[in-house]
């Protein structure tokens, strides 16, 4: 049996199909994942969207290209490419606006949804998203540096290896459970090193005070991948933005403090 359940797939052309999760009904959430080795729509918040599909919303979790189980064309993976894919992937389901959730990766895809299409956006949150510092800062990460280290190293990707960096992601080890190693060991012998190594994120700081949807942001303050100085970037540079630090947390906020996560995160989309 699968680690990682099979939900429904759509063409966006190019030859390109993207893998996605789909519950609930009613006003959209979609939910955009980390990168790192194995990392999955469905891996990253299968803890938290059956909580939002339950309380009126439409849940959308698809698999960013070079992740999951969508595509992984051989070629570089900067934002720009990646935040093209997202807006066509919206519009062959006939979404012309949700609310995004963000982590990491999926928190400065999210961001740049935003930029470059802000009627689609209503409202964000975003959970230690990328991009909030120079590319230089990140390389000096503990988590980010144990990440490509493994990925890049010649021992190849192992369930051992997988548990060294992972367990990185959050304060507490012991919440890395057999389960989240065996979702990510599945999809990570599937990925082409490319992906990781060219997946570009520009410095999106300076574009803060340009975001229109009202932001909400959580961060772990014990976070390895991304400083946690970036909360302060969003609460003095955005223009609607509440943030919430947690201590004794680290990179995964939805996974570390889940009934947290959902709850604000539910009222918050409710709020007129």
């Known amino acids: 049996m699968s680690a990682v359940p099979e939900g ?24 955009l994942h980390g990168s790192g080795p194995g990392a999955s729509g469905w891996s990253n918040f299968r803890r938290n969207y059956p909580y939002f599909a339950q309380r009126g919303y439409r849940t959308l979790l698809p698999d960013t290209l070079g992740f999951g189980y969508s595509s992984k064309p051989d070629q570089d993976y900067p934002l720009d490419f990646l ?5 066509r992937f919206l519009a062959k389901l006939g979404v012309e606006r949700c609310a995004v959730v963000g982590n990491s990766h999926g928190g400065a895809l999210a961001i740049g949804l935003a930029l470059a299409a802000p009627e689609t956006v209503s409202k964000l949150v975003l959970m230690a998203p990328g991009g909030l510092e120079v590319r230089e800062t990140y390389m000096k990460m503990e988590g980010i ?6 990925f890049l190293g010649e021992g190849g990707i192992t369930r051992e290896s997988m548990r060294q960096v992972f367990g990185l992601q959050l304060f507490d080890p012991a919440v890395l459970t057999d389960d989240i190693i ?13 992906v990781l190594t060219s997946l570009g994120v520009p410095h999106l700081a300076p574009e803060l005070p340009k975001l229109i949807p009202p932001v909400l942001a959580f961060w772990g303050v014990n976070d390895k991948f991304c400083p946690v100085s970036g909360a302060h970037s969003i609460a003095t540079s955005c223009k609607k933005a509440r943030v919430m630090l947690l201590n004794e947390c680290g990179h995964w906020v939805m996974v570390e403090y889940p009934d947290l996560f959902n709850r604000m995160s539910v009222d918050f989309l409710g709020e007129t």
Do not use: N, W
């Open 8 to 31: 429904k797939y759509v063409d966006i052309g190019d030859g390109l199909r993207v893998h996605y999760h789909d519950a609930g009904s009613g006003p959209v959430v979609v939910f």
């Open 145 to 150: 540096r144990t990440m490509m280290k493994v």
């Open 182 to 194: 065996s979702e990510r060991l599945e999809i990570a012998v599937t990925q082409p090193k490319r």
């Open 83 to 87: 935040v093209g894919a997202l807006r």
